[in-house]
């Protein structure tokens, strides 16, 4: 089996960090990225992915800067002279402001910070990291979004994000088609994250609670990237919003628990079709 090297972006904790794990799970070296925080978050991820079979190789990088981007890339072509995978995870995310209800004229301003560290962010590290992806061939971006793009989910900040990193990812494809490298967008579930489980059950909301053990784990979207990274008709998809659930169902993967993680697109919308490549 080869052996790829990829980058997931903002992946010191939550989504990103258990993308990376399952990526090294399956034998990959993962450049992980995150801002220094003054802790040891990123080490211990990249501790993580060498644990679980893979190489880890943390970088310290603020994606609000796009020459420590540039310097990401070049470090990877420098040290591995490949590229095979980009999960572009990396966010502004605010939880606490971002769950308080009202409409968004009446909580913080720095909510807009997700439109460019998150969509603006991911277009820079597609734009430093596809010329190596097109050198390596057989390539995937993943563009990680959610249901929010086709629905409300915590404002127009966090849909304008979203919606606008399904569109890049579709227009990234087009622009790709002939160089073997495919463009996606993924829809995860939602996350158990490390944050989440700290939390006693008790202080959670009723509705929360109970749902728990529908949550994915964040390892299952690597699970499913990975094979889809492998998969020979992978071109196939490229432009499409994906939803992380439906790729389990169609590589046959399930959660690290053990369950087949659950569709939400009856609750809270389908990708969007009305994206129109040249020519079709």
Known sequence: MTQGIAVVTG?????GRGIARALGSRGLTVYVTGRSSGDDALDRVAAEITAAGGQGIAVRVDHAKDDEVKALFERV?????????????????????????????????????????????????AYYATPLMIETGGAL???????????????????AAKAGTDKMS???????????VASVSIWPGFILTEMLQSIPREHLPP?????????????????????????PERMALSGQTLIGAELGLRY????????????????????????IAPGA
């Not at 579709?170 to 073997?180: E, K, N, P, S």
């Not at 929360?208 to 990274?229: K, M, S």
């Open 11 to 15: 992946a010191s904790r939550g989504l």
């Open 77 to 125: 072509r420098k040290d591995s002279g490949r590229l095979d995978l980009l999960v572009n995870n990396a966010a502004a995310v605010y939880p606490m402001d971002l769950a308080v209800p009202g409409p968004y004229w009446e909580k913080p301003l720095h909510l807009v910070d997700m439109i460019d560290v998150g969509l603006r962010s991911n277009y820079v590290a």
């Open 207 to 231: 509705d929360i609670a109970a749902n728990l053990p529908n949550f994915e784990t964040p390892d299952f979207t690597g699970l499913v990237l990975e094979r889809l990274w492998r998969d």
């Open 170 to 180: 579709f227009d990234m494809a087009v622009d790709l088609r002939g160089h073997d």
């Open 141 to 159: 971006m993943a563009h990680v979004s959610f249901y929010g793009a086709v629905s409300y989910f915590h404002g127009p900040a966090y849909g």
């Open 252 to 275: 046959g993967i399930r959660d690290l628990d053990g369950k087949q993680p659950m569709v939400y697109s009856q609750m809270m919308g389908q990708p969007s079709g009305r994206f």
